[in-house]
């Protein structure tokens, strides 16, 4: 099937296989390879971009149901070097180790603040959940999510 | 902070001990990543395995024809085409002398001994068309008895591999009056007021890092070149040369980003061997990567032991026996280090306390499962839980608070340095400075009081606090003692650093970081080190020809070994500019001394220029101006051996609350103080404590991988195997005291490990406290909210037999579980209302 989404501001035309989901059509045919799989069953959310500007899971999307649309990865987030306030608090607050989890917890951060501007820390963890990260036992993913809102000050730490 | 820091500080520390943001960030959250899934070669194949459903089965037959004429399919290879080529699996880790172990195929050849083991591979031109073409392959098995639970399996009830003649693959023992560090534990035992005698299981894990195993090997160069998501890089090449029989010269190993680890990417897989197989027999390029079902199913998985302990103490409580027998489950297979793991906590079941006598037994046991190796801690989360859960029956036999009797045990920090009954040395440490804060975070006695009027009014939800006051040994390792425990190798660690004319410093580093911030903690130290910016140093490293010499990432290893090599390579760079510095000051090189980066004159004045290491290499570059003999190069190489394991440890206090009518938990609070002497970077250590500290609480609460009666993995996803999130989790409370390391310059102790070491019983314990009074004695890990409702409703000792698989009873039929009569152990005040058995 031929289909035509825009991805991080740019139209791109490509004939799919019907099965093929939107994340190897990102990946493989895009070279969009900020976004990664983590899983086969849609729990972890490490595929997550913006669809339309809501966060969706791009394992569990068909390329086909992107026909149309318009695409934000992680690497359509910044400005040129200019990052996201999401982005800048999770490089402030340590919210990533190996990194492998982030660029889903950004997209799914920025959804989150984009419904709910001024979150709690409790409607963070309920609106992160669906995103699963092994290495820095959330603290300092909410903690960024809470930041990137403007509603706690920063750690105290010097900037490098 | 309690500082009792009295070593010299570094001739600099502008940049050690500052929380700088991490260098590799930008990267990360703006997409820019390299793992090996994202590689694409010209002509590139994709493979995809075929797995036997079986835990134990003869394989008679396998057709491969319908495989091999599906659409875009190059090859199919099975057992039976490459059992002359793939060697065996190595294990580097053969813990006694006489140890059993069975040859471990890559791709088994006429029996397969797990679900999950691999019997045939297809290449194709795309994953899909491999993968499809896999559900094609035809394979015949003849079922096999399955030897699935360890301690019938420990029997020899049906076994694992038959022609070994036994599932039992070696028992290694430590003895304190034996090795001469200690007195006789049986004797301690006899001569005891009280004994304490508990069994403990420890459930399988399943590391479950993040980015799913991948591996592509190009064979179409002079090398063959891999990469793969490792923590291995060096030890990975040197282990496909001796398996495979090729020339370690022609083997490239990139570990480039690398998402996770945490032990389990601590492994040389058949599937990295099936993969090098595939490139050499094809000649193309070829990439396998797993999905997350396959890592959850065949990736190594850790834990999986049965715990025996014995305690003996004094009427007052004075500790003065541990006896400790195990059983471990290796899986089918010895993987790199399988054997290994249990034995590294062997010297660990004494933790903080002053027993004067020791025994440590543990048996190997095969079973037809996934094989186990390191996960996060490796033997020493599995030591810390069991003397943890067993200080707390002991408070409990005596009736006293389980602090107080913790702290009448303890080494005092007079005391260090502290030999134990292991004959290790504790360097440093203050265990009452970091108690004394953690009580004081936490609000001990306040929680106390609430969970005492609780108590009394009845409350639907009952507060529990627990405790754990841990240790570790970690900085893996001197070589002497790894080789005195048999292990295959050495424990050193090699750094280079190179100046470069622009006055740049590149750091190549043997350690292989996979999001745990080497390049920026390396770049603080060598800032320092050298006087330069901390943004003109490049670190460089996961790759066998950049860094062609390393023993890679493991154990809170990288800071303590490979950080310490970085210096001493850093100091000789400095070494060796100095008579070049000589030279062009026209001076003596005994008068010249070295800060911030530039030599001057001693005695010269505050306001002389001196000469920088900038210059100094751009001088040394152009060579044409040097002293007589001088080489024309300032780059040093250094390998580090350290002499002595290091000891972070800390005190652990959690808050639980129960729901005594849906046994549902939630955690209240959770403090930790951990003493890991001095920091580098305040903000990477504490991430490393928040992501170890969860790891530790999920083995705790929710994390089990659980086999059904067939020997199927049944937690095989992630819906299944359930990962804590968000929602699950707590902020944390974190500080720490500082007792600096006598074993490295820095004065620093391994952090990777210890909030997961330390975690899992302070949970455990806090669960239990909450409900001990209705007669519970002990829940089996994980304490999900059934769990513990069955407990509280039999008022029992876990009542698990109800559940299935992995999640059976904790006590054997039969056997008591209490213990022996006349041991003058009575019970204590609260705990009248005894439970029946289960």
């Known amino acids: 099937m031929k289909i035509t989404v825009t991805v991080d501001g740019t139209t791109y035309t490509d004939e799919v296989e019907p099965r093929t989901l939107l994340v190897h059509h990102l990946r493989e045919t895009l070279g969009k390879t900020g976004t990664v799989v983590g899983c086969d069953t849609s729990n972890c959310g490490a595929c997550t971009v913006l669809m339309d500007g809501r966060s969706v899971k791009s394992c569990n999307v068909l390329a086909v149901q992107a026909d149309g649309h318009e695409v934000t990865t992680i690497e359509g987030l910044a400005d040129g070097e200019t990052l996201t306030p999401v982005q800048e608090a999770f490089r402030d607050c340590h919210a990533l180790q190996c990194g492998f989890c982030t660029p889903g917890m950004i997209m799914q951060a920025t959804d989150l603040l984009s419904s709910n501007p001024s979150p709690t820390e409790d409607e963070v963890r309920h609106g992160m959940e669906g995103n699963l990260c092994r290495c820095t036992g959330y603290h300092n993913i909410v903690k960024a999510v809470l930041q990137a809102s403007g509603q706690s000050a920063t750690s105290g730490g010097e900037q490098s | ?838």
């Open chain 2, 1 to 838: 902070m309690t500082a009792v820091d009295d070593r010299p500080q570094a001739a600099s520390t502008h940049e050690v001990g500052r929380d700088r943001r991490r260098k590799e960030d930008q990267r990360l959250i703006t997409g820019r990543t390299k793992w090996t899934d994202n590689l694409v070669l010209p002509g590139m194949l994709h493979l995809a395995m075929v797995r036997s459903p079986l835990a134990h089965a003869r394989i008679t037959g396998i057709d491969a024809t319908a495989a091999r004429e599906a659409p875009g399919v190059i090859a199919v290879l099975t057992g039976e085409d490459v059992k002359d080529l793939q060697g065996s699996l190595p294990c580097a880790w053969p813990i006694t002398e006489d140890q059993k172990a069975p040859p471990h195929p890559a791709i088994a050849v006429d029996r397969v001994a797990f679900s999950g083991e691999v019997v045939a591979v297809v290449a194709a031109r795309s994953s899909a068309a491999a993968r499809d073409a896999a559900e094609l392959v035809d394979v015949d098995y003849e079922d096999l008895p399955a030897a699935l639970e360890l301690r019938a399996s420990a029997q020899d009830e049906t076994l694992a591999h038959p022609d070994l003649g036994t599932n039992r693959s070696a028992t290694w023992v430590f003895d304190s009056a034996e090795a001469g560090t200690g007195s006789d534990v049986e004797d301690a035992i006899a001569e005891a007021d009280v004994v304490v005698e508990r069994e403990f299981r420890q459930q399988r894990l399943i590391p479950a890092f993040m980015e799913p195993r991948s591996t592509v090997v190009d064979p179409t160069g002079e090398q063959f070149v891999m990469w793969s998501a490792t923590q291995v890089p060096h030890i990975l090449r040197l282990m496909l040369a001796m398996t495979l029989g090729v020339d370690e010269g022609k083997i490239r190993v990139i570990a480039p980003d690398v998402g996770g680890g945490f032990g389990g990417k601590l492994q040389v897989t058949p599937e990295e061997i099936i993969t090098f197989l595939v490139a050499r027999h094809t000649g193309k390029p070829c990439k396998w990567t797993e999905t997350r079902s396959e890592s959850l199913l065949s990736a190594h998985h850790g834990r999986d032991q049965w715990q025996k302990l014995t305690l003996a103490a004094k009427a007052d409580g004075t500790v003065t026996g541990l006896k400790v027998e195990l059983l471990a489950d290796m899986g089918a297979y010895l993987g790199l280090v399988t054997p290994g793991v249990p034995i590294l906590g062997a010297f660990m079941y004494n933790s903080i306390y002053k027993f004067p006598a020791y025994h440590f037994s543990c048996t190997n046991v095969f079973t037809n499962k996934t094989w186990t190796d390191a996960y996060r801690g490796a033997g020493r989360p599995e030591a810390t839980f069991a003397i943890e859960r067993i200080m707390d029956e002991l408070a409990l036999e005596l009736g006293r608070d389980p602090m107080e009797v913790r702290e009448q045990n303890w080494i005092t920090h007079e005391e260090f340095p502290f030999t134990t009954v292991c004959g290790l040395e504790y360097d440093s440490g203050n265990y009452e400075a970091a108690t004394e804060r953690a009580k004081e975070l936490f609000g001990y006695d306040e929680l106390r009081a609430e969970q005492q009027r609780r108590r009394e009014s009845g409350d639907r939800v009952q507060l529990g606090l627990g405790i754990s006051t841990f240790t570790e040994m970690c900085g893996l390792a001197p070589s002497r003692v790894l080789g005195s425990l048999n292990y295959g190798a050495g424990g050193w660690e090699h750094a280079s650093v190179r100046m470069l004319p622009t006055g740049k410093v590149e750091v190549i580093t043997g350690s292989s970081a996979h999001g745990q911030g080497h390049e920026t903690a390396w770049s603080q130290i060598v800032a320092d080190q050298l006087g330069v910016p901390f943004e003109d140093v490049e670190v460089l490293h996961g790759d066998t020809q950049i860094s062609h010499k390393g023993l890679d990432t493991y154990g809170s290893r990288s800071l303590v070994v490979g950080g310490q090599a970085v210096i001493n390579a850093a100091k000789k760079v400095i070494e060796k500019a100095k008579p070049l510095a000589a030279y062009q000051l026209e001076a003596n090189v005994d008068d010249l001394e070295f800060s911030d980066g530039k030599f001057t004159v001693k005695g010269a004045g505050a306001d002389q220029e001196g000469v920088g290491l900038a210059g100094l290499a751009l001088a040394v570059f152009a060579a044409h101006d040097l002293p007589d003999g001088m080489e024309p190069s300032l780059d040093a190489d250094a390998t580090f051996d350290p002499v002595n394991f290091s000891f972070p440890h800390g005190t652990h206090l959690c808050a639980m609350e129960v729901d005594t009518e849906t046994g549902a938990t939630t955690m209240r609070s959770y403090v930790c103080v951990d003493d890991i002497g001095n920091v580098v970077n305040p903000l990477i250590v504490e991430g490393q404590v928040h992501g170890g500290l969860v790891q530790g609480i999920a083995q705790a609460l929710w994390e089990e991988a659980v086999y059904d009666d067939q020997g199927t993995l049944v937690s095989g996803s992630f819906v299944d195997y359930t990962l804590p999130t968000t929602a699950d989790t707590i902020t944390f409370v974190t500080d720490r005291t500082t007792s600096p390391a006598t074993s490295n310059d820095l004065g620093v102790k391994g952090v990777g490990e210890a909030g997961c070491i330390a975690s899992t019983p302070a949970v455990v314990n806090a669960v239990l406290d909450a409900i001990r009074q209705f007669g519970v004695k002990d829940i089996v890990m994980p304490c999900t909210p059934e769990r513990v409702w069955r407990a509280i409703q039999d008022g029992t000792a876990g009542a698990m037999s109800e559940t299935a698989g992995a999640a059976a009873g904790h006590f054997a039929e039969g056997e008591p579980n209490q213990d022996p009569p006349g041991t003058g152990a009575a019970p204590a005040a609260g705990t009248t209302q005894e439970g029946g058995q289960a």
